[in-house]
């Protein structure tokens, strides 16, 4: 099972969500810096569950530890462990669970590729897992911005059909923490909220877009031919749980366009290459859209596969996100952060 990821700047991500606790080891971040441990757990807080009415209720601090790589709070340049304990583990609504595969989810597969999986929470293909990736986002997004100025941020742009015409010509970004559903305009955001609340009391969810961006990038991040930049982030993007697409600048609607519309000239104030020209950052925002399918736990009763072939009609209980879109912004301005500062610090074996 492969649990890292980078190049320059690896993350090896550890735990279950309903074991004794989750956890990131950070290999490669730079020695000597001064961690902001508020920063940190202010992305966890974004992240955590029990937030509003419209989440999962289930209640986790989500207080972080360090247990090596920073001496007198700064980073030594030896491997980072951060570790985050499970508090409100309910395995009990599990065990109905224990011997059929819920649509959507990794059961099925999981059970034929290992032959063994823990079952309670979905284990090791929970979403719970990424808060760990989350303090280790935090930990990059302080450095890039105290170091360079960059500064990677996401929004909920569309939540069904419900969401905003342009999201990238929207400003003051930060509005969005200001709403449960972390939407940077306050009408739209009342919106989403409704569907939300109507659908929840259906027994259903809902899907929807996150749109993020890196502002400040320099020119020349990014690997030619493989690794590049827009490769490493669409494979951080989907390694996010719920994630079905990804598309960087116009993405699909370049496809609606000629040549001569589509093309970012020296002269046009248009960006439909997404920042990323050739797999490579061209010093314009870094501008893509990331898709999340409708969470796959739903009350209402689904026929569902048994581990001896049969098919039975069951309801997923427990505490579940209705639209997971608002909890997982945090997620995605942390897997772009590690990124972003991954290829930084490749760059440094051509200066």
């Known amino acids: 099972m492969s649990n890292f990821f980078g190049h320059s700047l690896k993350i ?15 290999d490669g971040f730079p020695s000597n810096f001064e961690v902001n441990n508020e920063q940190i757990q202010t992305d966890l807080n974004r992240r955590k569950p029990g937030q509003s009415a419209i989440g999962t209720q289930r209640q986790e601090d989500d207080v972080f530890e ?23 583990a309910q395995s009990k609504d599990y065990e109905k669970l224990k011997n059929v595969f819920r649509p959507g989810h990794a059961d099925k597969v999981y059970q034929e590729k290992y032959k063994n999986r823990d079952f309670n929470g ?18 990059a997004k302080q450095y890039l911005i105290e170091k360079y100025g960059i500064k990677s941020e996401a929004v909920v742009s569309s939540i069904k059909s419900v969401g905003l015409q342009n999201p990238f010509e929207i400003e003051k970004w930060d509005e969005a923490e200001n709403n449960v559903v972390r939407c940077p305009d306050k009408m739209v955001a ?19 877009v996150i749109s993020a961006r890196i502002v400040g990038c320099p020119i020349g991040l990014g690997e030619p031919v493989f690794d590049k930049l827009n490769a490493d982030i669409a494979k951080a993007m989907f390694s996010i749980n719920a994630v079905k697409g990804v598309e960087f600048g116009s993405g699909f609607a370049t496809t609606l366009k ?94």
């Open 190 to 208: 009342t919106e989403m909220i409704n569907l939300i609340q109507t659908t929840m009391l259906q027994g259903d969810t809902l899907g929807g």
């Open 12 to 26: 090896t991500s550890f735990g279950e969500s309903h074991g004794l606790l989750i956890g990131v080891i950070i």
């Open 66 to 88: 360090i247990s090596s790589g920073v001496f007198n709070n700064k980073t030594t340049g030896a491997p980072i462990c951060i570790f985050i304990k499970n508090k409100d």
């Open 258 to 351: 000629y040549g001569s519309e589509n093309n970012d000239g020296p002269i046009t104030n248009t960006n439909n290459d997404g920042g990323i020209t050739a797999g490579i950052s061209n010093g314009k925002n870094i501008e893509f859209n990331i898709a999340f399918k409708p969470t796959s736990s739903i009350k209402k009763i689904q026929i569902m596969e048994t581990m001896n072939d049969g098919n039975i009609p069951i309801s997923v209980e427990g505490r579940h996100d209705p639209c997971v879109l608002p909890r997982a912004v945090p997620i995605v301005e942390s897997m772009a952060a590690l990124v972003i500062l991954d290829h930084l610090l490749l760059n440094l074996k051509y200066s």
């Open 122 to 139: 979905g284990g090791r293909s929970s979403a719970r897992v990424t808060a760990a990736w989350v303090a280790a986002g935090a930990l």
